[in-house]
């Protein structure tokens, strides 16, 4: 069993940068590939970032890629998701997962999730 919890979301202007945390806690976390989606309203909950075991691999989705970053911290149990360049798009409630496999794009990969955490962005 792994939690997750996340931080760092809030509101912001076009533009502005943000970092997002997920403090796990539970199994060892550096067993579990990580994820970041993200869920606007009305819409299905799309990948936005993942990480390996190891952190030595990333995946992003096209539309954050060059903005954001997915980064691990297997000391410290944590995962991050800097936003740079936001955009009104980027408005969602944003989810930390965690997988068993090495590294998943997929969203039914995901087992563990977090509780999310709110980013708004203005134009």
């Known amino acids: 069993q792994v939690q997750l919890v996340e931080s760092g979301g809030g509101l912001v202007q076009a533009g502005d940068s943000l970092r997002l945390s997920c403090a796990a806690s539970?199994?060892?976390?550096?067993?579990?590939?990580m994820g970041w989606f993200r869920q606007a309203p009305g819409k299905e909950r799309e990948f936005v970032a993942a990480?390996?075991?190891?952190?030595?691999?990333?995946d992003y989705a096209d539309s954050v890629k060059g903005r954001f970053t997915i980064s691990r911290d297997n000391a410290r149990n944590t995962v991050a998701l800097q936003m740079n360049s936001l955009k009104p798009e980027d408005t969602a409630v944003y989810y930390c997962?965690?997988?068993?496999?090495?590294?998943?794009?997929?969203?039914?990969?995901?087992?563990?999730w977090g509780q999310g955490t709110q980013v708004t962005v203005s134009s």
């Open positions: 997962a965690a997988t068993t496999l090495w590294q998943s794009t997929l969203l039914k990969d995901y087992y563990y």
């Open positions: 539970g199994r060892t976390f550096n067993n579990y590939g």
């Open positions: 990480i390996s075991w190891s952190g030595d691999s990333m």
